[in-house]
């Protein structure tokens, strides 16, 4: 399996642009999650899908953030306009809940930077 | 709100030597996870601990749950050089959301 893909794995961009960060789950998990990483703030939830539909979003920080899933093979986060202090790491993950051993796998991040 | 704590945040150790991580949570919880990152990669998951009195071990790692003092540790035995990472520990608050701790960095010393 190729395991959790995402892209960008670089996006910088000016602010007041839009960011789109791109997740493909691994095949067969019904569950996706979305995290930003900062030194600051350390490792965040901010939304998670389970079968495609958004079940807590309550970590997304502002109005400016949106996260959809329109089938079970990809999600998206945008976030618009970007601001600096957006700048951070952002990790999708997902899980094939339902087993004792279930585990979240990380996609390798992609690293944005607002200027 | 569930809130994670782990300690400590900073580690430097010598090779050969043992140390262990702590982990404490607020609230109740049905699973916890450890996680180990290297500088500017990913999480990597190393172990999901289910009830009180769990412990699985992995090499030099080994990890148990004490789910009524809401607390976990992360030993290391006999660490070496490779062991050099961040170590996360995250508690699932329900639903498989998942609060992370601030994580510990671990530098081992030739």
């Known amino acids: 399996d190729a395991g959790v893909i995402q892209s960008p794995r670089h996006e910088v961009t000016e602010m007041g642009q839009e960011v789109t960060l791109r997740c493909k789950p691994i095949?067969?998990?019904?569950?996706l999650f979305w995290y930003r990483q900062t030194m600051m703030r350390g490792l965040e939830l901010l939304i998670y899908?389970?079968?495609?539909?958004?079940?807590?979003d309550s970590g997304m920080p502002e109005d400016r953030f949106s996260a959809k899933m329109p089938n079970a093979s990809f999600s998206t986060l945008k976030i618009q306009p970007s601001e600096p202090r957006d700048s951070a790491v952002y990790f999708c993950?997902?899980?094939?809940?339902?087993?004792?051993?279930?585990?979240?796998?990380f996609g390798p991040g992609t690293r944005l930077t607002v200027l | 709100e569930l809130k994670v704590e782990q300690n400590p945040l900073f580690l430097s150790m010598q090779e050969g030597k043992n140390y262990t991580i702590y982990c404490n949570y607020s609230?109740?919880?049905?699973?916890l996870y450890w996680y180990r990152q290297d500088p500017g990669k990913s999480l990597e998951s190393l172990f999901v601990?289910?009830?009180?009195?769990a412990v699985k071990q992995e090499g030099r790692l080994m990890a148990s749950l004490d789910t009524k003092a809401r607390l976990s540790t992360l030993h290391i035995t006999a660490a070496v050089h490779d062991l050099s990472a961040t170590y996360f520990c995250?508690?699932?608050?329900?639903?498989?959301?998942?609060?992370f701790g601030a994580g510990t960095r671990l530098f081992v010393k030739a």
């Open positions: 993950a997902s899980i094939k809940a339902g087993g004792s051993t279930d585990t979240q796998y």
């Open positions: 095949s067969g998990h019904n569950s």
């Open positions: 995250a508690v699932e608050a329900g639903g498989f959301k998942t609060i």
């Open positions: 601990l289910l009830s009180n009195g």
């Open positions: 899908f389970n079968n495609n539909v958004p079940i807590d």
């Open positions: 609230t109740t919880s049905d699973r």
